[in-house]
């Protein structure tokens, strides 16, 4: 299969080194005005102007027409909890009459609320679910994401989420320490035997999940506790994500530096320790803007201390049925830029190249550039700055993963 990508008004590659991008290096979209780009299967061949692309033309090459549109990477979102059952409508509108997260978690509600619906699916209704939301990812431009299990929380539940996950060709990430199950309250001790003693072996014989990851915050899984688990997954040769300093600041960016993991995700209550820990151990903090604005919260992560102190900064939706109900990186990118202080290149950045390095595929996806997968979105504006400007809107106008359309607004609905 050969075509061709012509007249985007910028065609966005963010080529650079082999490797995250930090301090200014994240402000560096290596944009090509008029730009085009031609494929050869599913793999980007060359990328230059229309007048130099246009010269490597044959008969053979179906035409794209960008039409003087953005052309970018498509996003990567490398946090997500998209595999699940039912909604939590209901603690939506507690929250809108006062109540917070954590009280509704104490009351029986929150991700217990979502497990019990979880665990009463089958594997194929959960897939059809997840279904419905994979289209609205690609809608909204996202053509590689992560995604977590954790709404199981039994060996049987949270094997079925990650053959779900597997199914739907995400990248998946062991989260069987997400809460402590009904049958378990007032026994954390004893589930977190189970985790190791049972689900970590069953998951790593079954290779379902390449990360392991913990909610690691003093109510749920503690730093000892997190620890034990953590490097269990890690001597059964899991990589490690670590969900961070949340809702309270408990030491849990500083767990992620010293056992190596690859990301530390949330980080809104993360401090100059915290930050420093991070740098020296080149951990990737993962921002989640996208839940603080749906919990009502003001408490940021403080991205520009970040960036300043080198670390490679990732953005992502964390899309769950509780906290983040949404798949969209343009509303992320939006609020990125108004609430913590991220210019929109360096929002886009974060939510291209950089997370497809924080999930081990920054030489395959994250930017156009000769031998790399050809995933990529054609926006219809004719800056890309207008993605985070326009808030709320869904800017692509076509979508194409390894080559093929895979979402058109105009020809095709998602598939």
């Not at 992560?146 to 053959?163: I, V």
């Not at 290149?345 to 920054?362: F, M, P, Q, V, W």
């Not at 996806?365 to 890309?384: M, N, Q, R, T, W």
């Amino acid at each position: 299969m050969l075509s061709a990508v012509l007249h985007c008004s910028q065609l966005v590659t963010l080529a650079g080194p082999s490797r995250p991008r930090v301090r200014d290096e994240l402000k560096n979209l290596a944009i090509i005005p008029n730009g085009a780009m031609t494929i050869r299967d599913w793999l980007i061949e060359a990328v230059g102007t229309t007048p130099d692309i246009r010269s490597r033309i044959t008969p053979q090459h179906e035409i794209i027409d960008a039409r003087s549109r953005v052309v970018l990477p498509g996003f990567v979102d490398a946090h997500t909890h998209a595999v699940f059952a039912g909604t939590r409508v209901e603690e939506f509108e507690l929250r809108a009459g006062g109540a917070t997260y954590q009280q509704i978690a104490e009351q029986g509600g929150g991700i217990r609320s979502t497990v019990r619906k979880t665990r009463a699916a089958s594997e194929d209704e959960l897939f059809q679910a997840a279904q419905r939301y994979r289209h609205w990812f690609l809608r909204t431009g996202t053509t590689t994401l992560e995604a977590k299990s954790g709404y199981g929380l039994s060996s049987k539940d949270e094997l079925k989420l990650l053959t779900v996950i597997r199914r739907l060709g995400y990248v998946p990430t062991f989260l069987g320490a997400h809460e402590i199950p009904d049958e378990f309250r007032g026994n954390t001790d004893g589930y977190v035997r189970l985790l190791i003693d049972e689900m970590l072996p069953a998951v790593a014989r079954a290779r379902l999940a390449e990360y392991c990851d913990v909610f690691c915050e003093p109510s749920v899984f503690d730093i000892p506790s997190a620890r034990e688990i953590l490097t269990a997954a890690r001597a059964l040769g899991l990589k490690l994500r670590v969900h961070a300093d949340q809702l309270s600041r408990s030491g849990a960016a500083e767990l992620a530096a010293d056992l190596g993991a690859v990301t530390a995700d949330h980080l809104e209550h993360i401090d100059e320790h915290g930050i420093d820990a991070l740098a020296r151990a080149r951990v990737q903090p993962i921002l989640l803007p996208a839940s603080v604005c749906t919990l009502g919260s003001n408490r940021y992560a403080p991205a520009r201390k970040m960036i300043d102190a080198g670390l490679a900064v990732v953005l992502a939706t964390d899309f769950n049925p509780g906290s983040s109900p949404t798949p969209s990186m343009p509303l992320v990118l939006s609020l990125s830029s108004t609430h913590m202080r991220m210019t929109p290149a360096e929002a886009l950045t974060a939510a291209t190249i950089n997370a497809a390095y924080s999930l081990d595929r920054g030489a395959q996806i994250g930017s156009l550039e000769p031998g790399k997968c050809a995933d990529f979105v054609v926006h219809d504006c004719s800056d890309y700055r207008e993605i985070a400007y326009f808030a709320g809107i869904e800017s692509p106008h076509s979508v194409f993963v390894r080559g093929k359309l895979a979402c058109s607004r105009s020809a095709q609905p998602c598939n």
